[in-house]
Nanobody, 123 residues
Framework: QVHLVESGGGSVQAGGSLRLSCAASGYTDSPNFIGWFRQAPGKEREGVAFIVSGGNVRYYTDSVSGRFTISQDSAKNTLYLQMNRLKPEDTAMYYC????????????????WGQGTQVTVSS
């Protein structure tokens, strides 16, 4: 059973930074994709950033490109999301996800999810 546990969320002012972590356990094989999604109240869950197996291919949604950095520490089975120059529109629940079967931007194609960590950015 794969477990994903996020941490690092919180409340910051616009322009600030946060680093989210996702500790993974229970893998029998390395996931083909790992990444972060977010969901703001009243909005659909959207893909923020993900890494393709091997780590050489990374994706960022346009709204976070240049501000957020996704990385992983394979030895610790931990995924990170460094978020800089945060904006109020980044406010959302952030979810870690792993393994997907389909289109990576479609949340329904991902297999494993964490419980989420809240990020709130005030202006």
């Amino acid at each position: 059973q794969v477990h994903l546990v996020e941490s690092g969320g919180g409340s910051v002012q616009a322009g600030g930074s946060l680093r989210l972590s996702c500790a993974a356990s229970g893998y029998t094989d390395s996931p083909n994709f790992i990444g972060w999604f977010r969901q703001a109240p009243g909005k659909e869950r959207e893909g923020v950033a993900f890494i393709v197996s091997g780590g050489n291919v990374r994706y960022y949604t346009d709204s976070v490109s240049g501000r957020f950095t996704i990385s992983q520490d394979s030895a610790k089975n931990t995924l990170y999301l460094q978020m800089n120059r945060l904006k109020p529109e980044d406010t959302a629940m952030y979810y870690c996800a792993a393994d997907q079967r389909g289109h990576p931007l479609n949340p329904d194609s991902w297999i494993y999810w964490g419980q989420g960590t809240q990020v709130t950015v005030s202006s």
